[in-house]
């Protein structure tokens, strides 16, 4: 199947076809032409498998066919969809999207998060714009001061919806759908659906499609698993053996602390790899940057939080690492989805010390599987601390091409839990 297949405009096929992409990825064969008949949906889909694409696209033919609403946005034409997503750097990367899809169509977009000064905001949202991309707290805070106006939003977006309920982000959704008007069209991306989800799905969708393009808390196809275990102790000589010996030219790593992060990237540019931190505690400005940078080979590692889990783009990423395990299971899925992305292969290594098993049992739980166990010679944990079970020794997983992993289909592509925790300004 191909992409003119799909029932989407010419403009829109051009755009498509100017970024080389030429067959849709699954959840973009089943959710376009659903969306493109005004029906909500409820869909199910991992990071990586094409879901910004597969919502921008018919968001823009929707809008470029519609009859512009009477009414007006502070002077300007008024906000006709509504985006709205977890993180900043997901906000600029969907926007992005609709910049880039949306070029050869007379739509006019912006985004806003926190992080950065409102007034420039303030003055793009009142010349007018018919899609806004936004994250919840600092939508809130323009809604606040009066500075946008929601009450024309024909099609509400809420993407990776079950991360903005980990991030305790719920409360402000629902005050935001207060604002929006009762007939419009919702659209529902989400990886995982907790109970609270599928409450806001029964409370805002209208008779929803539900599309699912893989089993729910399952871990993105063609990305290979090890845990390696260690001792916490040496866990970056570990790291460092592992970048070295591979020849790991591209590596994410995830730490559970930010200064553990920051301490990691010293220790290895100490060791001569050079490494870059993205977390809550850096500027907006700074972590936008940081990533450009790696994606232009600046920097071997860059070593993140959790607010690097989610959102992060960066294409045929080879190598990602769990420096610690995540204290959530369903957030190894979200780290592990920054590779292996779009039908590239991936590989997911772990270093685990003995007093993170019964975090790692969590994640197998959740997987439905034991993950492999590989002992590194050399690296072997002490035997007089609790070692982990089934473990074998071998060489180190090198998880496919070791000068990145191949691409896929030409497919179109972007693009702690605790619910009472409020809003965090560090992700906004």
Do not use: C
């Amino acid at each position: 199947m191909s992409f003119d297949t799909l029932g989407l405009s010419a403009a829109l096929l051009r755009a498509v076809s100017e970024q080389g992409y030429t067959e849709p990825t699954p959840i973009q064969r089943q959710a376009i032409p659903v969306i493109l008949k005004g029906r909500d949906i409820m869909a199910g889909a991992q990071t990586g498998t094409g879901k910004t694409a597969g919502f921008t696209l018919p968001l823009l033919q929707r809008l470029s066919t519609a009859s512009q609403p009477n009414g007006q946005n502070n002077g300007g034409r008024p906000v006709r969809a509504l985006i709205l997503v977890p993180t900043r750097e997901l906000a600029a990367q969907v926007q992005e999207s609709v910049r880039t899809y949306g070029k050869h169509l007379p739509l006019q977009s912006t985004v806003v998060y926190g992080g950065m000064n409102i007034k420039p905001q303030i003055d793009r949202l009142r010349k007018g714009v018919d899609i806004l991309v936004a994250t919840p707290g600092r939508l809130l805070d323009h809604a606040g001061q009066r500075t946008v106006n929601l009450s024309k939003v024909e099609i509400l977006v809420l993407d990776e919806a079950d991360r903005m309920l980990d991030m305790g982000f719920i409360r402000d959704i629902r005050r935001i759908i207060s604002q929006l008007p009762a007939q419009r069209q919702t659209l529902m991306f989400s990886a995982t659906f907790p109970d609270e989800i599928k409450r806001l799905a029964d409370d805002i969708l209208k008779s929803p499609e539900r599309i699912q393009v893989a089993r729910q808390n399952t871990a993105a196809e063609g990305v290979s698993h090890v845990i390696h275990p260690v001792d916490h102790s040496r866990k970056r000589e570990l790291l460092t053996h592992l970048i070295e010996s591979g020849n790991w030219q591209q590596v994410l790593v995830f730490t559970s602390k930010k200064h553990g992060a920051n301490r990691l990237v010293q220790q290895l540019n100490k060791s001569g790899i050079t490494a870059t931190a993205i977390h809550g505690d850096k500027s907006q400005s700074q972590r936008t940057r940081a990533l450009a940078d790696f994606k232009r080979n600046k920097f071997q590692v860059l070593v993140g939080t959790n607010v690097a889990s989610r959102g992060l783009d960066i294409d045929q990423l080879p190598h990602v690492v769990n420096y610690e395990l995540p204290d959530v299971p369903e957030d190894y899925i979200h780290r592990i989805g920054r590779t292996g992305r779009a039908g590239n292969e991936g590989a997911a290594v772990s270093l685990v010390a003995a007093n993170e098993m019964g975090l790692l049992r969590d994640i197998e739980r959740l997987l439905q599987r034991d993950l492999p166990k590989v002992v590194i010679p050399g690296y072997e944990p002490d035997p007089r601390i609790q070692s982990l079970p089934q473990q074998n020794k071998g060489n180190p997983s090198r998880g496919g091409n070791k000068n990145g992993a191949r691409r896929g289909n030409n497919n179109a592509y972007h693009g702690k839990r605790n619910a009472n925790a409020g809003r965090s300004r560090a992700y906004q």
